[in-house]
């Protein structure tokens, strides 16, 4: 485990999820840092997707301005043939187990980019792959990217749109990967020193029954956390899916899992993922007591 954290990280706000320019954030690492230290925010996990890229970045930054960053990844994986997303927390960004889980991603993501230009190239949008990638810049590529090129293009009025028309589920830049399993990436985390913790399960459009799966194979797998808050939620469904946590640990024979929260913050101007947006409820087992537990 990492233990790279001051001892008054947890005097102000917390927040376990968000992404800079290093994935599909708008904002750079320094400004994403910046603005969390303007929210109030003292703990920030940075958690671009499958890259560690913003790290050292987001650490200087954070040195200068005195938020405590937590180093964190958010890998796509599958649950069987589900695309789910598992965040590691308090990771080594340097492990080799971790970089060679990295760069697995990268080219997955390489071969995903070039088939979705491909696509787009077919619908009369040329350049699509050149422009995708100058908005990534050193990150790495994604569907956004894309959408952004198509508005910046004038194909599209927003992004929006453009994941409505030509990027979303079942359109022409829909393109399936072959991400590894959960396990293979519950595992590449542990690895790292880092607490696996299963983002934002109520996104996924699940039934009760397979959330309950879903969440026994995640803790069978070696999963540690559960991400109970993504962004502001309906109480209601907050409250339910700690029940079910509860109820699924009780059969288990077993305390439930921690709890981690995130705002999953992309870009301003959307106050329900704004940095620091949201806070545990009473009575839940925080995920970072794993590492203030190891620390005593």
């Given at each position: 485990?990492?233990?790279?954290?001051?001892?008054?990280?947890?005097?102000?706000?917390?927040?376990?999820?968000?992404?800079?320019?290093?994935?599909?954030?708008?904002?750079?690492?320094a400004?994403?840092?910046?603005?969390?230290?303007?929210?109030?925010?003292?703990?920030?996990?940075?958690?671009?997707?499958?890259?560690?890229?913003?790290?050292?970045?987001?650490?200087?930054?954070?040195?200068?301005?005195?938020?405590s960053?937590?180093?964190g990844?958010?890998?796509?994986?599958?649950?069987?043939?589900?695309?789910?997303?598992?965040?590691?927390?308090?990771?080594?960004?340097?492990?080799?187990?971790?970089?060679?889980?990295?760069?697995?991603?990268?080219?997955?993501?390489?071969?995903?980019?070039?088939?979705?230009?491909?696509?787009?190239?077919?619908?009369?949008?040329?350049?699509a792959?050149?422009?995708?990638?100058?908005?990534?810049?050193?990150?790495?590529?994604?569907?956004?990217?894309?959408?952004?090129?198509?508005?910046?293009?004038?194909?599209?009025?927003d992004?929006?749109?453009?994941?409505?028309?030509?990027?979303?589920?079942?359109?022409?830049?829909?393109?399936?990967?072959?991400?590894?399993?959960?396990?293979?990436?519950?595992?590449?985390?542990?690895?790292?020193?880092?607490?696996?913790?299963?983002?934002?399960p109520?996104?996924?459009?699940?039934?009760?029954?397979?959330?309950?799966?879903?969440?026994?194979?995640?803790?069978?797998?070696?999963?540690?956390?559960?991400?109970?808050?993504?962004?502001?939620?309906?109480?209601?469904?907050?409250?339910?899916?700690?029940?079910?946590?509860?109820s699924?640990?009780?059969?288990?024979?077993?305390?439930?899992?921690?709890?981690?929260?995130?705002?999953?913050?992309?870009?301003?101007?959307?106050?329900?993922?704004?940095?620091?947006?949201?806070?545990?409820?009473?009575?839940?087992?925080?995920?970072?007591?794993?590492?203030?537990?190891?620390?005593?």
């Amino acid at each position: 485990m990492v233990l790279a954290l001051t001892t008054n990280e947890n005097t102000g706000l917390v927040d376990l999820h968000c992404h800079s320019t290093a994935s599909d954030g708008i904002l750079s690492p320094a400004q994403l840092v910046s603005r969390a230290k303007s929210q109030g925010v003292t703990l920030l996990a940075l958690t671009d997707h499958d890259t560690v890229a913003g790290l050292p970045e987001a650490r200087r930054t954070g040195d200068q301005l005195g938020v405590s960053i937590l180093p964190g990844i958010e890998f796509s994986s599958h649950w069987g043939r589900r695309q789910v997303h598992i965040i590691g927390l308090n990771i080594d960004p340097l492990s080799t187990e971790l970089q060679e889980a990295i760069a697995l991603r990268e080219r997955l993501r390489q071969e995903r980019a070039e088939q979705i230009a491909e696509r787009l190239e077919k619908r009369g949008f040329s350049g699509a792959l050149k422009g995708a990638r100058e908005l990534a810049g050193d990150g790495v590529i994604g569907r956004p990217h894309f959408a952004r090129w198509l508005v910046r293009a004038g194909h599209v009025e927003d992004s929006g749109r453009a994941f409505r028309r030509y990027l979303g589920a079942g359109k022409a830049g829909d393109v399936k990967v072959d991400w590894p399993q959960l396990a293979d990436t519950v595992d590449s985390i542990r690895a790292a020193g880092g607490v696996a913790v299963l983002a934002h399960p109520l996104k996924y459009g699940l039934t009760r029954t397979l959330l309950r799966r879903l969440l026994c194979e995640f803790a069978e797998a070696g999963g540690q956390a559960v991400e109970l808050l993504s962004g502001r939620q309906n109480p209601v469904q907050t409250r339910e899916l700690r029940q079910l946590m509860v109820s699924v640990a009780a059969e288990a024979g077993q305390p439930p899992l921690h709890v981690s929260l995130g705002s999953d913050f992309h870009q301003p101007e959307q106050p329900w993922r704004e940095l620091g947006c949201v806070q545990l409820p009473d009575g839940v087992e925080p995920v970072w007591n794993l590492w203030e537990k190891l620390r005593a």
